[in-house]
Every structure is written in structure tokens, then in C-alpha cells.
């Protein structure tokens, strides 16, 4: 399943895991729109923005062009102050909010063409660029796309720095749940419930996802509204963000968006030496970052990383699997991982065994729906980071177990947009590209040393 492309022939395909990652590839291949790949073709038809840089991880051991590509196309909707929506539409695709929605030709910085949406998604491009680069089986050409990409990826961080950070440096904020990539987290309730708006002025719309997904697994309606309602705001003030700033009612500093920032800056420090340019910004905002991250939204009562709310100057009160997230990034000293680690077992169930995960909202929680979306179901993104985060601190047997969960979901139930924690059953979108692209990636782990993968380990 070529475009005429380089395909890597290096690896020989344990025999077990040979039919996975045939399906696997099949999923990315029937998901392939001709210039980027969607998640999911009826849920979701367009391209979107982190799931294409994890989409991106997926195809690098097999398909150096195809990896590319999506990359590639995924920047050519990049606005010219920098930011990197989180849509890059396709022509003819039914969907809401559309194109037509967002109206991003309000803005004199949004590209006429391809169209785009107008907020951001968690920044993780530069870790996927350079992951294309690790696996690539023609190095020479993978260091012309990183120069090419290079000076991209630096505005897409200096635009989240310039324009999304309180101080310089820092921790950067969102102005919409869209943009955390976990849309109903439960970190969001008190931000939108404390919105004030007249829901008969709100624009006329009507959902997709509920005709084509189990409404009872999306979103409410009321949160919809809400989103929405945020989009009107946006799209009013044509996406100024010194304007937006200024006024939105909803401003959070999330846990999960800033550590992956700050493994983001570190790879892009590394991409600029592997071009022969200059990395000392990028470590200069990775430690920035990093720093504000262990001084602001560490809760020493849980041993858990928490979200900051700056409208309402506090942390949030809720605690989700987002909160791990740190452990990606070499971000918490060695005391405190071990805290977190041990704090596991109140969000970890059984699945794929010998394998565990974590729910995206703890099974204890009151709130905890095991069904709604990031109200409790077992996502492989969530997993993905936290596997990665206990390899990079030493902690090998629990990192195989996570990535035993992922891998055994998937070669069970089928590459869903997320899992049941009770029953292991597919949820949400089907045949569903980033966890394909996932499940590919932790499968070609050994491709790789441990500290070009995950960056170098934590010592006891």
C-alpha cells in the first residue's frame, strides 16, 4: 500500500503481532483522504492536528513518505502569526462546525486556502518530526524535511509562547476544551458551568457526531452549546488573541498541553541540531515550562500534576490520568514520581493481560462514567504518554504492562477511539487512525534506544 513511496524493509514482523500490524496499516490506509489521513471516516473526516503528529509516529517505520506527507500537510493550514489549527479541512466533508462555522476569513492571519478551524490542539509535532527522522529509512532526506519543518515548528511555539503565556515563558494557556484534545473532561465543568451567555442568541447548528457515534458515549448538548457559544466569541472578535485574551471566559493552564510542550521544545532543540541551527530557545521555553509546571500545578496532598484555571485563579478541583502526564516530560524530581506511581492503582484497570491502563477519569470518582467520552473510558493517547513516562523513569515493568493494555485492546476489540474500562469493547469512532498509528508505534519500539525515544532516564 504504496504512493510509489519508501517503505522500510529493515524489520522483521514477529510473527505474533504480524496480523496486528497488517490491520493496523489497513486502518491508516482506508483512513488516507489522498494528502493526510483522518481519524475516523465517518466521526471525523477531516484532518486534525495532534491526532495527525501521532498519525505521523505511526507511519514512520513503514512509510517515510507517507509520515512526510501528513506533516507536511498539516502545516500548510498553519496561520501566518503562527498558530497551527486544529482542523485542516477537507472539501465536500459533511461535518460540524465546519468551515462555514468558524469563518476564519475573519482573520487577516488564517491562510485563504486550505481552510481551517481557529483554535490549537496540544502541541506535539515537533516529537513526531523528529520520531519520522529516528525511524526514517533514508536519513539524507529526512534532514531536508526537518530543515523544512524547523522553521515552522518554532513559530508554531513561538506563536503558543508569544500569544498563550501569561509571562515569558511559562505555562501556556487554553481558551477552549477543543483545544486540550479531551473535550468533556471533567477539569472543564466548573469554567463552563460559570459561563454566562443567552442561549437563544447562540448561532444556529446542528450535531454530526450524535447521528453517526452513540450519543450516550459524546458530549451533552449543554456542553455543546458552550463550545459553541466560545466559537461565536472567537469568530466575533476575527481571532485576535489580544482581544480574545481580554475577554474569554474560559482560560486554563492544562497539565497535559504544557508537558507535552516541554518534550516538544526538547525535540525541537534536538531537530535544530541535527540541522546545524541554533537550539537555545527551545531549551530556554522547554525549562521555563518545565519549571512553572513543578512550582504551580504540583498538589503535593495527591501526588498528582493538577490544571490551573487563570479566570478563576486557582487550581481546578477535579484530578484525571492528564495529571500523569509530567512523567512524558523528565518534569517531576525522583521523590515526587514515586509518589505519583504509587498513586496509579486509583485510576488503573485490568485489560489486555498482563497488561493495565488508566481511565481517563478514576473509577473512584463520583463523576466517573465509564462510557462518556473523557468521563471515564480507557484512551490510548492517555496511555501512550504514561507508558512512555515509566520507561523514562526506570520503571520497565510497568511501562510493558500499559503498553501490553494498548497493544491487546487493539488485537482484541479492534482499533477503537477509545475503550470500555469494564469490558474492554471499542467506544466512540471506529477503525480509528491514532490508535492504529499508536499501536504501531509501541510495537516498533526496539527500532529505537531507550533514550532517543523517550529522552534520557531519571536517576534514583
Not at 517515510?64 to 486544529?86: C, D, M, V, Y
Not at 530543515?147 to 477552549?176: M, S
Not at 474569554?248 to 540541522?275: C, G, K, M, Y
Not at 484512551?379 to 520503571?395: A, E, F, H, K, S
Request: with cysteine; aromatic share 12%.
Amino acid at each position: 500500500m504504496s504512493d510509489g513511496l519508501l517503505e522500510s524493509e529493515r524489520t522483521v514482523e514477529p510473527a505474533d503481532d504480524a496480523e496486528l500490524i497488517g490491520k493496523a496499516k489497513a486502518v491508516l490506509e482506508a483512513n488516507w483522504l489522498g494528502h493526510a489521513t483522518s481519524p475516523s471516516r465517518r466521526l471525523y473526516p477531516h484532518q486534525w492536528s495532534w491526532d495527525a503528529a501521532c498519525i505521523a509516529m505511526g507511519y514512520a517505520s513503514w512509510n517515510q513518505e507517507r509520515a512526510e506527507t501528513e506533516l507536511r500537510s498539516l502545516f500548510s493550514g498553519q496561520w501566518r502569526n503562527g498558530l497551527l489549527p486544529h482542523i485542516v479541512f477537507t472539501d465536500g466533508a459533511r461535518y460540524f462546525p465546519g468551515p462555514e462555522f468558524w469563518q476564519t476569513e475573519r482573520s487577516r492571519d488564517a491562510p485563504e486556502w486550505p481552510r481551517t478551524s481557529g483554535i490549537v490542539q496540544p502541541p506535539i509535532h515537533a516529537t513526531a518530526a523528529l520520531q519520522v527522522y529516528r525511524l526514517a529509512s533514508d536519513r539524507a532526506r529526512a534532514a531536508v524535511f526537518l530543515e523544512e519543518l524547523l522553521p515552522k515548528l518554532a513559530a508554531w511555539h513561538a506563536y503558543l509562547y508569544r500569544e498563550r503565556a501569561q509571562t515569558d515563558g511559562g505555562l501556556v494557556e487554553i481558551w477552549h476544551p477543543w483545544e486540550s484534545g479531551m473535550d468533556n473532561s471533567p477539569l472543564w465543568d466548573v469554567a463552563l458551568e460559570r459561563m454566562s451567555f443567552d442561549a437563544e442568541l447562540l448561532p444556529e447548528y446542528e450535531r454530526v457526531d450524535v447521528e453517526v457515534a452513540e450519543a450516550a458515549e459524546r458530549p451533552s448538548d449543554g456542553e455543546y452549546d458552550r463550545y459553541v457559544y466560545l466559537v461565536s466569541v472567537f469568530r466575533e472578535l476575527a481571532y485576535d488573541s489580544s482581544r480574545i485574551k481580554r475577554v474569554t471566559p474560559f482560560a486554563l493552564q492544562p497539565v497535559l498541553f504544557n508537558s507535552l510542550l516541554v518534550q516538544s521544545n526538547r525535540d525541537l532543540a534536538e531537530i535544530a541540531r541535527i540541522v546545524g541551527d541554533n537550539p537555545e530557545q527551545f531549551q530556554t521555553w522547554a525549562e521555563s515550562t518545565a519549571s512553572a509546571l513543578e512550582e504551580t500545578l504540583w498538589d503535593d496532598e495527591h501526588a498528582v500534576y493538577v490544571d490551573y484555571d487563570v479566570e478563576a485563579g486557582g487550581r481546578v478541583g477535579a484530578r484525571t490520568a492528564a495529571g500523569l502526564a509530567p512523567l512524558y516530560a523528565g518534569v517531576p524530581t525522583r521523590p515526587r514520581a514515586e509518589r505519583m506511581v504509587e498513586s496509579l492503582a486509583d485510576s488503573r484497570v485490568e485489560v489486555g493481560y498482563p497488561g493495565w491502563a488508566v481511565t481517563s477519569l478514576a473509577p473512584s470518582d463520583p463523576g466517573f462514567q465509564p462510557a462518556r467520552y473523557w468521563r471515564g473510558p480507557v484512551w490510548p493517547i492517555l496511555n501512550w504518554v504514561l507508558q512512555r513516562g515509566l520507561d523514562r523513569y526506570g520503571y520497565a515493568t510497568l511501562a510493558a504492562e500499559v503498553r501490553s493494555a494498548i497493544v491487546e485492546l487493539a488485537r482484541s476489540a479492534g482499533f477503537w477511539e477509545h475503550y470500555s474500562p469494564a469490558t474492554g469493547r471499542g467506544q466512540g469512532g471506529e477503525h480509528f487512525a491514532w490508535t492504529a498509528a499508536l499501536v504501531l508505534d509501541v510495537l516498533r519500539e526496539d527500532e529505537l534506544e531507550p533514550e532517543a525515544l523517550r529522552g534520557p532516564k531519571i536517576a534514583h
